[in-house]
Structures are given as C-alpha cells and as structure tokens.
T-cell receptor
Framework: NAGVTQTPKFQVLKTGQSMTLQCAQDMNHNSMYWYRQDPGMGLRLIYYSASEGTTDKGEVPNGYNVSRLNKREFSLRLESAAPSQTSVYFC????????????FGPGTRLTVL | KQEVTQIPAALSVPEGENLVLNCSFTDSAIYNLQWFRQDPGKGLTSLLLIQSSQREQTSGRLNASLDKSSGRSTLYIAASQPGDSATYLCAVNTYQLIWGAGTKLIIKP
C-alpha cells in the first residue's frame, strides 16, 4: 500500500498562475484533509472532506478550492496564486472524521514568485 | 480560541538520555491529543493518540501523558537514539486538529 500520495513534490508558480495539487489514498478512508505548513507555525487546516461528496472550510480557506473527486482522491486548487501562498502543503486522510488518527502524504513544496 | 504551544522550539541532547517534550493548550474541551513526528522533507507520522478520558499512552520507548485540567501533555522518550532526531508536533482535537509549532529534537551521537 502506498498510503497517501501527493503530486507534484515541488512547484514554482508566478503570481496569478493557477494550479491543482493532487492527493490520493489507498486505505479506503472516508475523510481527507488539506493543510499548509509555514515556518515557525503549526499546520493549519485549509479544507476537509469528512466523507465522499462533502467538503468544508477549515481555518484558512481563502484563495483555495477543493474537489473530492471520489473516495480516493481529494484535490486542492489555487485559482490565482499569490506570494502569501508559498508554503508546504500536506494532504492527510483518516478512517473517520476528527477522532481517528490521520495519515499524511509527503507534502508539496510550493513557491509563488 | 484553542491555542497550542510547544516549548522549547529546539532541543539538543546526547544519545542515551531520557527526555521530555512539552505541549500546552488553552481549552480543556478536547476529544483527544495526538503526537506526531516529522522528518525533514517528509510527511508526518502519528506516534501516539491519547483520548480525552485517558491519562497516558505508551508505544515502545515513547510515553505520552495528558492532564486536561492543567492543559498539558508531555512526550517522554527513553534512552534516546540518533534516529529519534526529528521535529515532534502535538495536535489537540477540538473537532479539528489544532497544531503546535513543534520541537526540533537533535540527538548527538
């Protein structure tokens, strides 16, 4: 089992460009999450999907959109990238929402110039 | 608003020492508290999950305690090894995970 996979691993964008971060899990988990991690700060939740067909905003959703494509896949889209979105993005999944252990992907390091 | 603090931000100890990492939180209304390990350039790995009704959890050389009334958790690492070098993060579950900034641990051979 691959667990949680993310693509790409690295990306450099210019201000105003758009891109989609892909995430897939093979553990048959119901819930999936997108976080961002900035230096000196804890992870912050961007969006989550408690179950297939549902998505909800987290702590820092502005500038992002998500799609729960199916039970396995949860994508994060930046419509018009800004330098403030330079960060490391992590996708995670868990069997149930909130109470269960979350399993993380390796992360995507995004730089917006 | 729940806030999670981890002090110190960095810690360096010789191999073989027992050590304690600290996590404090401001609101005791939590479902559980989780400790994670993060290696450079990699994702996070769950180490221990303590339910709000529990006082401690153990896994191998790791022992995590939880005192909700004082808003504190500790992660005890016994007989530290160079392979324990990583950043350790705690997260409290208040329907969403609220994260500390982590403690970067270096174990010197």
């Amino acid at each position: 089992n691959a667990g949680v996979t993310q693509t790409p691993k690295f990306q450099v964008l210019k201000t105003g460009q758009s891109m989609t971060l892909q995430c897939a899990q093979d553990m048959n988990h119901n819930s999936m999450y997108w976080y961002r991690q900035d230096p000196g700060m804890g992870l912050r939740l961007i969006y989550y999907s408690a179950s297939e067909g549902t998505t909800d905003k987290g702590e820092v959703p502005n500038g992002y959109n998500v799609s729960r494509l199916n039970k396995r896949e949860f994508s994060l889209r930046l419509e018009s990238a800004a330098p403030s979105q330079t960060s490391v993005y992590f996708c995670a999944s868990s069997e149930g929402y909130s109470a269960d252990t979350q399993y993380f992907g390796p992360g995507t390091r995004l730089t917006v110039l | 608003k729940q806030e999670v603090t981890q002090i110190p931000a960095a810690l360096s100890v010789p191999e073989g020492e027992n050590l304690v990492l600290n996590c404090s939180f401001t609101d005791s209304a939590i479902y559980n508290l989780q400790w994670f390990r993060q290696d450079p350039g990699k994702g996070l790995t769950s180490l221990l999950l303590i339910q709000s009704s529990q006082r401690e959890q153990t896994s191998g050389r790791l022992n995590a305690s939880l005192d909700k009334s004082s808003g504190r958790s500790t992660l005890y690492i016994a007989a530290s090894q160079p392979g324990d070098s990583a950043t350790y993060l705690c997260a409290v579950n208040t329907y969403q995970l609220i994260w500390g900034a982590g403690t970067k641990l270096i174990i010197k051979p």
